[in-house]
């Protein structure tokens, strides 16, 4: 592969992809930062119905990856699945502008169909910069990573302070000119990733079927046709429950399938191997991921009702205190990427089995901080903001054991025939942990379990019960994997 040098020796387009990916997180976290908020107090929705309309919205956003990866490497190519997501998600933004729950739904369902296309492929066109066994893979991955929590903290800060303080509308306003902000970026930089493979439309992709008309145009009017379907399982979430189980055999199939398929063609016993680690790696990631996203939920409506936001007579709007995530990213991601390269360099790596252990024993911790914020209380039933400063301080360093490293893992154990369609996978692991968030915090709302409204103290007592909970289960979890870490290696078969 010809590629173009950038940054620290990086190719070219890993910028591009960079700023291309920052403002389509600027869009997708923009209106996520904002949404259960929306729900509960412009739509007078009860917290529990907020939280699983938030877990089914979520959800379906990352199971999309699934179909848009699978159609992206029999169809479209990577380049075009990105355009297309990138228009559908500017639209679906623009769409809640009507201000109805008629719209949020419809700009929702645009938004899943469009997420589904960008996300997958963006991540796969970042792994087809390297060559096999290139050195800078995870560090490129975890420098992309830092463009996604840009985005996430201008959309925590920016749009969170527009939303709440000027009203909802112009919150979802200035994340729809964000996504045509990277849509701009990804096209005019075209000619940065050009060597990356696969970007064009496929040979099956080109053939003729209907009125003349290719496959890969007749793809793009059937995804439309996909909209309302969304706007349908948001409003019946019950019915995700069977859905995502299904999807979840589903893709387990396809992927050892893939597997065994692959060591006939190269005459080797690896792939079905690698395969079955990348499945339990998708459930270890669904217990991380399940217990993280209650940041845009429980977590909001902790901080709206029992923290202390006063800062020097300036009050924090709630939504605002997810800024800490993306910002603690920041900080430490550069720290993370360099920290890799020399562990490796010096054999003192952690294995990836044990950096996913380190990463959900600090989610953990930061669960359990909300105990000793307790011990802090003011007469309001308030906990500190240093309460959620250290929770997601510790949610973050876990999130940097985990997630960068997730990305470049699926791209090293899956054949390369099927990086689109194992990406897609990855990301069905968010959709089911996203929905199972939802029902998680559906259980810590400021409601009893008769539908009456809790005093604060009252709540505050559930919300802190319910987190130091989630705390100790996952350092149960955290100690399992630790124990299975040499059966996980013997899977990956050197992957490291």
Not at 12 to 24: V, Y
Not at 377 to 383: A, E, H, M, P, W
Request: aromatic letters at 14%; glycine letters at 12%.
């Amino acid at each position: 592969m010809t590629e173009k040098k950038s940054l620290k020796g990086h190719p070219k387009g890993l910028m591009t992809l960079f700023f291309s990916e920052m403002w389509e997180r600027f869009c997708y976290y923009g209106m996520r930062v904002l949404l259960t908020l929306y729900l509960v107090k412009s739509l007078m929705k009860g917290d529990a119905d907020a939280a699983l309309i938030y877990g089914a919205y979520t959800g379906l956003v990352y199971a999309a990856p699934i179909l848009g990866g699978k159609l992206a490497d029999k169809y479209l190519g990577y380049r075009n699945a990105v355009l297309l997501g990138a228009v559908l998600m500017a639209l679906g933004e623009f769409l809640i502008l009507g201000g109805t729950e008629q719209f949020l739904l419809i700009g929702m369902g645009t938004l899943i169909i469009g997420n589904g296309y960008f996300k997958a492929n963006i991540s796969t066109i970042v792994g087809k910069l390297y060559e096999d066994g290139d050195p800078r893979r995870d560090s490129g991955f975890t420098i992309f990573y830092i463009g996604i929590n840009i985005g996430a903290l201008l959309a925590t800060t920016v749009v969170a302070y527009v939303g709440e303080t000027y009203g909802f509308k112009y919150g979802f306003g200035l994340a729809g000119i964000g996504m045509i902000l990277g849509l701009l970026i990804f096209w005019f930089g075209r000619h940065n990733y050009e060597a990356a493979p696969g970007l064009g439309i496929t040979e099956e992709g080109q053939q003729r079927v209907f009125g003349g008309m290719n496959k890969a145009t007749l793809v793009v009017i059937l995804s439309l046709v996909l909209i309302p379907v969304a706007y349908f399982l948001i409003m019946q979430n019950t019915w995700m429950d069977y859905i995502l189980l299904g999807l979840f055999v589903f893709i387990s199939f396809v992927l050892i399938k893939a597997g065994v398929d692959a060591d006939k063609a190269d005459n080797v016993k690896v792939w079905r191997d690698r395969m079955i680690a990348l499945l339990i790696f998708m459930v270890i990631n669904i217990s991380f991921w399940a217990c993280f996203e209650q940041a845009g939920t429980s977590l909001t409506l902790f901080a709206d009702r029992n923290v202390d936001r006063e800062i020097l007579g300036w009050t924090m709007p709630a939504s605002m205190t997810q800024f800490f995530n993306p910002f603690f990213i920041i900080v430490f991601g550069s720290i993370f990427s360099v920290m890799w390269v020399k562990l490796s360099a010096i054999g003192k790596n952690p294995s990836i089995p044990m950096k996913f252990a380190l990463g959900i024993l600090q989610l953990a911790l930061g669960f359990l901080v909300t105990m000793v914020g307790l011990q802090f209380v003011n007469d309001s039933y308030q906990v500190p903001l240093l309460t959620l400063f250290f929770l997601y301080l510790l949610h973050t360093t876990g999130e940097l054991f985990l997630s960068p490293i997730g990305l470049s893992m699926v791209t090293k154990l899956s054949p390369k025939n099927i990086a689109g369609t194992a990406m897609g996978a990855w990301f069905l692991s968010f959709a089911i942990a996203n929905y199972v968030g939802g029902k998680i915090a559906s259980l810590t709302g400021g409601h009893g379990d008769s539908g009456e409204a809790l005093t604060l103290a009252e709540g505050l007592d559930k919300y802190t019960t319910v987190f130091s909970t989630i705390g100790y289960v996952l350092i149960g979890i955290a100690i399992l994997i630790a124990l299975f870490n040499k059966p996980l290696k013997k899977l990956m078969h050197g992957v490291e």
